[in-house]
């Protein structure tokens, strides 16, 4: 382990059992086949949960539907990006030549992606307790209140928000195809929503832009249809 990752462990507050689940999370696809997306997938679940818990506790008068506006705000990329900065994830991220040369080490939604993976890997190598623990770490200097609003919202959290409102489930979204080469890569995402009957597709540079575009594809097709 290098001395960047040695002192993102100081940061982290948790020094890795198993050294490499780091360097992977930190690992983007243009690097290395050994990269982090599976990393940041599991972590985006495991984020999910720590911050539901979090307002579960913290914000104990609140009703469903705020508590998932709070969450939207607190785990939408521009927080996420915020986070990934103070923690110094840009001085350690690995990326590929074209990457660094298009200011990938600047791109909210790589840092965001890398924060989500160093998440999911101190999960794999700590367990829930662990992960949990540094989620509140990570969230102490943010003011997290009940008047919170999602300022700017994002088709995901809009999406999110119509169905909820309307006791429907949250749509599903699954990577259909990964397309071009490792360097600038395209994601062709779904967004299926079962109750309606409703899949449409977004395509993004990465899995997350991929699942915001199939996110605004489904709000467009709902006021097309007279839903919205």
Same mark, same amino acid.
């Given at each position: 382990?290098?001395?960047?990752?040695? !002192?993102?462990?100081?940061?982290?507050?948790?020094?890795?059992?198993?050294?490499?689940?780091?360097?992977?999370?930190?690992?983007?696809?243009?690097?290395?086949?050994?990269?982090?997306?599976?990393?940041?997938?599991?972590?985006?679940?495991?984020?999910?949960?720590? @911050?539901?818990?979090?307002?579960?506790?913290?914000?104990?008068?609140?009703?469903?539907?705020?508590?998932?506006?709070?969450?939207?705000?607190? @785990?939408?990329?521009?927080?996420?990006?915020?986070?990934?900065?103070?923690?110094?994830?840009?001085? @350690?991220?690995?990326?590929?030549?074209?990457?660094?040369?298009?200011?990938?080490?600047?791109?909210?939604?790589?840092?965001?992606d890398v924060l989500e993976a160093v998440i999911g890997a101190v999960y794999l190598?700590?367990?829930?307790?662990?992960?949990?623990?540094? @989620?509140?770490?990570?969230?102490?200097?943010?003011?997290?209140?009940?008047?919170?609003?999602?300022?700017?919202?994002?088709?995901?959290?809009?999406?999110?928000?119509?169905?909820?409102?309307?006791?429907?489930?949250?749509?599903?979204?699954?990577?259909?195809?990964?397309?071009?080469?490792?360097?600038?890569?395209?994601f062709d995402v779904e967004c299926e929503i079962v109750e309606l009957q409703l899949?449409?597709?977004?395509?993004?540079?990465?899995?997350?832009?991929?699942?915001?575009?199939? !996110?605004?594809?489904?709000?467009?097709?709902?006021?097309?249809?007279?839903?919205?």
């Amino acid at each position: 382990m290098n001395a960047g990752l040695l !002192a993102l462990q100081k940061r982290l507050q948790y020094q890795f059992a198993e050294p490499q689940l780091l360097t992977q999370a930190v690992t983007h696809r243009s690097y290395s086949a050994e990269q982090n997306e599976r990393l940041e997938f599991l972590g985006d679940s495991v984020l999910g949960l720590c @911050v539901a818990d979090l307002l579960f506790q913290r914000l104990s008068a609140l009703p469903e539907g705020d508590l998932s506006r709070v969450r939207a705000n607190l @785990v939408r990329q521009e927080t996420l990006h915020q986070l990934a900065v103070k923690l110094g994830l840009p001085d @350690v991220v690995l990326l590929g030549e074209g990457e660094m040369r298009s200011g990938g080490k600047k791109r909210p939604s790589i840092l965001a992606d890398v924060l989500e993976a160093v998440i999911g890997a101190v999960y794999l190598d700590g367990g829930f307790a662990v992960a949990n623990a540094l @989620v509140r770490r990570l969230y102490q200097g943010l003011e997290i209140n009940p008047a919170m609003d999602a300022i700017g919202k994002d088709a995901k959290t809009e999406l999110q928000e119509w169905l909820q409102g309307r006791r429907l489930k949250l749509p599903a979204y699954r990577v259909v195809a990964t397309l071009g080469a490792a360097h600038q890569q395209t994601f062709d995402v779904e967004c299926e929503i079962v109750e309606l009957q409703l899949t449409v597709r977004g395509i993004g540079g990465s899995r997350r832009s991929g699942e915001q575009a199939a !996110a605004a594809a489904m709000l467009q097709t709902l006021k097309s249809q007279g839903k919205i």
